[in-house]
């Protein structure tokens, strides 16, 4: 791709409606590694934003988690979303990491049916799915 051709947009983030933000920040943070990148309480509308990621906002795509102050059953994850992926090094091992962390894979890592990528897919707090893809 030429300089003329490259983009004026670039990806920020993705933001999920989560419960319980404690739950989810420690589920990103210390099983996935992640970094809290800040967090902020808005009253007024009754709400608290954390961003998660590998690397500065300025730089790298950082996942937004929305807590609801008043929200007090689950949200429905529906059926348009998809699921999250992350690039990961020993799949097998990070697997049995997260496994022992009581983290929920509903796919074991192991190769793609009808490919060659080897991925595993976990499940966050809410339930949205992560897939994990051996790099």
Not at 35 to 60: I, M, N, S
Request: charge should be negative; include cysteine; proline fraction near 4%.
């Amino acid at each position: 791709m030429n300089e003329e051709n490259v983009s004026n947009f670039r990806m920020l983030h993705t933001m999920i409606r989560v419960k319980d933000l404690d739950k989810s920040i420690d589920f990103y943070v210390n099983n996935l590694e992640m970094k809290l990148l800040r967090k902020t309480d808005f009253p007024g509308g009754k709400f608290t934003l954390a961003f998660v990621g590998y690397g500065d906002e300025k730089d790298t795509t950082v996942i937004e988690l929305t807590h609801n102050w008043d929200q007090a059953e689950p949200y429905d994850l529906g059926n348009g979303f998809g699921h999250l992926a992350l690039g990961v090094k020993d799949i097998y091992g990070i697997c049995e990491k997260l496994e022992a962390q009581g983290v929920d894979i509903p796919r074991p890592a192991g190769p793609m049916k009808h490919g060659k990528s080897v991925i595993a897919f976990i499940k966050d707090p809410d339930g949205y799915l992560i897939e994990l893809v051996e790099r």
